[in-house]
């Protein structure tokens, strides 16, 4: 082989008046076979499916989204790329050269299910943040009491007898400390 | 004497990124301002050589139509 391959990355919006599984087809038609008739090796697929766009391309507000990595001499990319301007199912497409330092692909879905479980961790982490800081407060005493804690809170009970909101919390402390009894 | 000014880190050195993707929109708009331009290094603190390629990037990213170009508000919907 006398030609110098290069390594490509293409990613190709497909038009969305396709099914998805149509879209896949036409994926494999008008890129993967492409690439191969030209004599280039794809190494890489990954069908990321329908997307939203950010702005409206060609009257359109969605399509399905494919990326591919592949090998291919410069020479034969140019006659790829003018097959590809002419086809009707491609909104729109965009060629670059794959970068030394670029990591090894990943699929897109994978990507996407790790954002979602930090997505999960992140507000997880939010939710036991807030409310850790009321209970801290409120249950624990209630929760840690021994023989010996319970005694001193009993003394203190009897001298808050004065006012009526006070007389609700010794209450609900003589109402935890029956519990507690039992338990014990 | 008085105390030193502090030293700026780029946040992509401090998460240990070496190659920004432009495959990847959520990272790509932190970097995006309100109106949609690409954020300057003096409010990020991103090194020359990452805005460099953080600039490509979005660049590439908006020719597909994975980030905008512009601030685009919907009209009400009545």
Same mark, same amino acid.
């Given at each position: ?49 329908? $997307? ?33 301007? %002419?086809?009707?199912?491609?909104? $729109? ?25 930090? =997505? ?27 023989? =010996? ?19 609700? @919390?010794?209450?609900? @402390? ?11 | ?7 700026? %880190? ?6 240990? %990124? ?61």
């Amino acid at each position: 082989m006398s030609e110098q391959t290069t390594k490509y990355e293409i990613m190709a919006i497909i038009d969305n008046s396709l099914d998805e599984k149509a879209a896949e087809k036409q994926a494999q038609d008008s890129l993967v076979k492409r690439i191969k008739a030209l004599k280039g090796e794809v190494t890489f697929e990954d069908f990321w499916g329908a $997307r939203g766009f950010a702005y409206i391309i060609k009257k359109q507000t969605w399509g399905y989204y494919v990326v591919l990595q592949f090998t291919l001499s410069p020479a034969a990319l140019q006659e790829l790329k003018k097959e590809l301007n %002419i086809d009707k199912h491609i909104v $729109r497409f965009l060629v670059t050269k794959v970068d030394k330092k670029a990591p090894v692909p990943r699929k897109y879905a994978d990507v996407k299910k790790e954002w979602e479980a930090l =997505e999960k961790e992140r507000k997880i982490a939010e939710i036991d943040q807030k409310p850790k800081r009321k209970i801290s407060t409120a249950s624990k005493p209630s929760v840690e009491k021994n023989d =010996e804690e319970v005694k001193s809170s009993e003394k203190k009970s009897t001298k808050k007898v004065a006012t009526p909101k006070k007389d609700d @919390l010794d209450k609900k @402390l003589d109402k935890i400390l029956e519990d507690s009894s039992i338990d014990l | 004497m008085p105390p030193r000014p502090k030293k700026y %880190i780029c946040p992509f050195a401090r998460s240990g %990124i070496t190659y920004i993707d432009y495959k990847d929109p959520k990272l790509l708009s932190q970097y995006i301002t309100y109106y949609r331009s690409i954020q300057s290094r003096f409010h990020t603190g991103v090194s020359l050589k990452m805005q460099k390629q953080l600039a490509s990037a979005i660049k590439k990213a908006r020719i597909m139509g994975l980030l905008p170009t512009v601030r685009y508000d919907k009209p009400d919907k009545a």
